[in-house]
């Protein structure tokens, strides 16, 4: 246990014991308890950096007088009080990924962490196996002691232990950022929308429903073959390809495949105009355009996910928007990012309106910002056409796929920018913005 020091050894004795607040959810209402997390919050920002004895912060942290991880565990715990307020259940579930889930990964990789994970090697896969087992376990345990008796406990494990993968997997996403914030709200969301699914997933034993599931396998390995072939997918793309397309032609039918088979095909067919243009630019798509899995997932993970909960939960209106802004955002994004490499006129800094270089992050041009409202419209389009959703969500899934990618610039340019998130982290935000948008839209224009 030599990389585990005494300082952080505290660190995370506190970061863990923070958590056990979570407990009192059961009986103290979420808008009390978040004057409890604004206070933690205006101590940790006003007054800790002042304290120099406690022992908290990293040696780095402390040359540099702020931790931003110490500020941002209030923070979280607050948005989560507030955003989930009514689901008190949920708030402790992801306030216990933070304290529990993520705390367990770092104690572990740490002292006994080698193996190093080969997409981030700052992370171990004994630190991952930490998080996904130890926060699961701790989502199931809050969930069945704030709300006692209203889940069934298979359920909940099921449940906890699947939202807690995907919180573990985020939480190793190589990023400088720390991951105080994201992780535990993403994961508080999914964890909320699975909850509606209870009793749903018996559905999928039916022969029906199991024919149909095998034929869509079926035919996405074939046409992520044929993808592959055409090089624009590598073989881990292939895999990554295969299984979103699945989710989305076994659960959505046709209508939602073929919004998805549209996004594809546009962004293959800009990937690869201009190219050697592109190329000798230095901005074109690595691997000669082919994307891998985690292009694929941080593009499509989102949709997919839409498009099982579209089947599995009593809200398939809700999810259907979802899917569609995630794949307009999508859509928008990849346009407007491969035709505004293409020379096609000066490029400004979306927060500074600076003119920057072809290809910088967070860079827009007229003709790329055009082309991304134009591919969110054309699938906002036909979402409405194949009566995915009612004609009146159209304009509303165009605008929630283009907001986000001009969000999604914003955040390449303060932050991809500087190294402190890589592109996928930032399409996966782009198509979680765009899926959150239109169901947001609609609900506040319905």
Request: proline residues 4%; glycine residues 12%; hydrophobic residues 55%.
């Amino acid at each position: 246990m030599a990389s585990l020091s005494a300082r952080e050894l505290l660190r995370q004795t506190v970061h863990i014991g923070a958590g056990f607040l979570a407990l009192t959810l059961r009986w103290v209402d979420p808008l009390q308890l978040s004057w409890v997390a604004a206070a933690g919050l205006a101590f940790n920002t006003l007054i800790l950096p002042h304290l120099g004895g406690l022992g908290l912060w990293r040696g780095e942290e402390g040359r540099n007088g702020r931790a931003h991880g110490i500020v941002l565990y209030p923070l979280s715990v607050l948005m989560l009080l507030l955003i989930f307020r009514r689901q008190p259940a949920v708030a402790a579930a992801g306030w216990g990924l933070l304290a529990f889930g993520d705390g367990a990964a770092s104690l572990a990789g740490l002292a006994w962490g080698d193996r190093k994970l080969p997409w981030n090697p700052a992370k171990t896969w004994v630190g991952l196996t930490a998080f996904w087992l130890v926060g699961g376990g701790a989502v199931a345990a809050l969930i069945q002691w704030v709300a006692p008796g209203d889940y069934e406990p298979l359920f909940v494990w099921g449940a906890s232990l699947g939202v807690a993968l995907v919180a573990a997997l985020l939480e190793s996403m190589p990023t400088r950022l720390d991951d105080n914030l994201a992780v535990p709200l993403i994961g508080a969301l999914l964890l909320s929308c699975s909850l509606w699914s209870e009793g749903y997933w018996s559905l999928l034993a039916s022969p029906i429903w199991l024919m149909r599931l095998l034929t869509a396998l079926a035919a996405n390995a074939v046409l992520a073959a044929a993808a592959y072939r055409w090089k624009a997918l590598d073989r881990s793309g292939w895999i990554a390809a295969t299984i979103v397309g699945s989710a989305v032609l076994g659960f959505l039918g046709w209508r939602g495949y073929l919004l998805l088979m549209l996004f594809f095909l546009l962004g293959t067919l800009a990937t690869r105009l201009g190219y050697k243009s592109k190329a000798h630019l230095g901005v074109a798509q690595e691997r000669s355009g082919r994307r891998n899995a985690w292009n694929v997932l941080a593009n499509g993970s989102v949709a997919a996910i839409c498009a099982v909960f579209s089947v599995v939960t009593p809200l398939p209106q809700l999810f259907y928007l979802a899917f569609a802004g995630a794949i307009a955002s999508a859509a928008a994004d990849t346009l407007e990012s491969e035709i505004g490499q293409l020379r096609a006129g000066p490029t400004f800094l979306i927060t500074s309106f600076k003119p920057v270089r072809v290809g910088t992050d967070g860079g827009v041009s007229a003709v790329g910002t055009t082309a991304g409202a134009l591919g969110s419209l054309m699938v906002a389009f036909t979402g409405g056409i194949v009566g995915l959703y009612p004609a009146r969500s159209v304009l509303i899934v165009a605008v929630a796929g283009f907001t986000a990618t001009l969000l999604e610039s914003a955040v390449g340019a303060s932050l991809e920018r500087r190294g402190l998130v890589g592109n996928h982290a930032v399409n996966l935000f782009n198509t979680l913005t765009g899926a959150l948008l239109a169901v947001g839209g609609t609900r506040l224009l319905s």
